[in-house]
């Protein structure tokens, strides 16, 4: 097939294990293999995950609201339709200090090595979040 469609009523919207934030999964719905790509929303006061990928470029396009990120210690202030690539290594977190929703377009590549999906939870938390998995931003009380 060359290529495959999802439209907004088709996506399926979750929350995430961690901190519980609406996340749609396009990328594996699509069924994508060699990157990942969601839509995240963030209402205000909630933040993803503070983390890092060892392998994995990860690309973040403020679709909707004014973006708030952080990447090693510089925080971001994105209006929409900014774009921000971050490297392998780096950590990153988004979250939202604003009056309003946040909307997230995130694609990472290539998938990493060997999958998280393998590595039991000791080691994945080790590898991919320094502060643990429920670490908050200074900006929302953390």
Same mark, same amino acid.
Request: no cysteine; hydrophobic share 35%; charged share 25%.
């Given at each position: 097939? $060359?290529?495959?469609?999802?439209?907004?009523?088709?996506?399926?919207?979750?929350?995430?294990?961690?901190?519980?934030?609406?996340?749609?999964?396009?990328?594996?719905?699509?069924?994508?293999?060699?990157?990942? $790509?969601?839509?995240?929303?963030?209402?205000?006061?909630?933040?993803?995950?503070?983390?890092?990928?060892?392998?994995?470029?990860?690309?973040?396009?403020?679709?909707?609201?004014?973006?708030?990120?952080? #990447?090693?210690?510089?925080?971001?202030?994105?209006?929409?339709?900014?774009? #921000?690539?971050?490297?392998?290594?780096?950590?990153?977190?988004?979250?939202?200090?604003?009056? $309003?929703?946040?909307?997230?377009?995130?694609?990472?590549?290539?998938?990493?090595?060997?999958?998280?999906?393998?590595?039991?939870?000791?080691? #994945?938390?080790?590898?991919?979040?320094?502060?643990?998995?429920? $670490?908050?931003?200074?900006?929302?009380?953390?």
């Amino acid at each position: 097939m $060359a290529h495959r469609v999802t439209r907004p009523d088709d996506t399926a919207w979750r929350l995430s294990n961690q901190m519980r934030t609406e996340n749609a999964n396009v990328g594996a719905q699509l069924g994508a293999t060699t990157l990942g $790509a969601r839509f995240w929303r963030l209402h205000p006061g909630e933040t993803s995950t503070r983390h890092r990928h060892i392998d994995e470029h990860e690309l973040y396009l403020v679709v909707e609201g004014t973006g708030r990120m952080r #990447v090693d210690d510089e925080v971001l202030t994105l209006p929409p339709h900014s774009v #921000v690539l971050v490297d392998p290594g780096s950590v990153r977190q988004v979250f939202n200090d604003t009056d $309003a929703d946040q909307l997230w377009f995130i694609v990472g590549a290539p998938p990493e090595a060997p999958p998280l999906s393998t590595l039991s939870p000791p080691d #994945v938390l080790a590898r991919v979040y320094p502060d643990g998995p429920a $670490a908050r931003p200074p900006e929302l009380g953390g």
